[in-house]
Structures are given as C-alpha cells and as structure tokens.
C-alpha cells in the first residue's frame, strides 16, 4: 500500500473517480452516436446494425485479451500512467470517430478504445493501493458509484 495520506489522498481518489466516469461516459456518448455514423458510411440500417453489432463485439473482445496485460502493466510502471493512458486512448477513439472517412477508421478507432479503455480493474487496484484496509469497501463503493 502507498503511503498516502491527506490532501494527496483526496486527490488521488478524485482523480480515479474522475477517470472512471470519463469511461463511462464514453459508453453513453458511443451508444447513441456510433450507429447513425456507421449509417452513414454503410447506406442502409440493416447494413449497419450488424456493422455495429460486429463493432460492439470488437470492442468488448480487445477489452477481454487487453484487461490482464493492462494490469500487468499498471503493476509493472504504476497505476496513473496507465489510467491516463486509457483517457488518451478514448481520446483517440474520439477524434478517429470525427475524422474518419470510411470503416476502417471507425473500426481502428473502436479497437484502440477497447484496448485502453481496459482500464477497470487499474482503478480498482489504486483505490485499494492508496485506501486503508479499514477503508477500502466505502473507497471500492465510491469506484462502483462512480462506474
């Protein structure tokens, strides 16, 4: 466990309640936007519903096969570079979204979201690095509030 202790530590789990929301909202913002710009690009809803089911799935796939390597990684150099790593990541997803000119690029897009946006489990293990153990099942309802 870290030792931190006040303002620090206040700052610390801001910081992860912050992020977690970001990934949340990320889904929201994704579910209503994404099929009527995959619309777009395939000129029919029935061409686009199994697009974005395929996209979905795609999405969901890089988060099950990146999650224990994101994890080993926020092990390995520490829990917010990896955490940022993730925000960057949706970033990413965002601006690919808004500029891309076919498939491709909303596919590349999703695959770069998923993989870093794996990012659920680095949260939970810093709030537990940075929480006493006394604390940690008020800081692990915090995380799951703020999911």
Do not use: C
């Not at 889904?27 to 199994?50: D, H, K, R, Y």
């Not at 926020?74 to 949706?90: A, E, K």
Request: proline fraction near 5%.
């Amino acid at each position: 466990m870290l030792a931190i202790t006040g303002s620090r530590r206040k700052a610390a789990i801001a910081f992860i309640l912050v992020t977690a929301a970001l990934d949340i909202v990320a889904m929201g913002i994704i579910i209503p936007v994404l099929p009527p710009l995959i619309e777009e690009f395939a000129g029919s809803q029935a061409e686009a519903g199994w697009i974005n089911g395929v996209f979905v799935a795609l999405w969901a796939g890089m988060q099950f096969f990146f999650s224990p390597i994101i994890g080993s990684l926020s092990d390995q150099h520490g829990r917010r570079p990896v955490i940022l790593l993730s925000t960057v990541g949706l970033s990413i997803d965002y601006v690919l979204m808004a500029v891309a000119p076919n498939l491709w690029w909303l596919a590349l897009g999703r695959i770069i979201a998923g993989v870093t946006s794996s990012s659920f489990t680095t949260v939970f293990a810093y709030m537990a690095d940075i929480t006493p153990p006394e604390g940690r099942a008020k800081a692990y309802g915090l995380s799951g509030a703020a999911f």
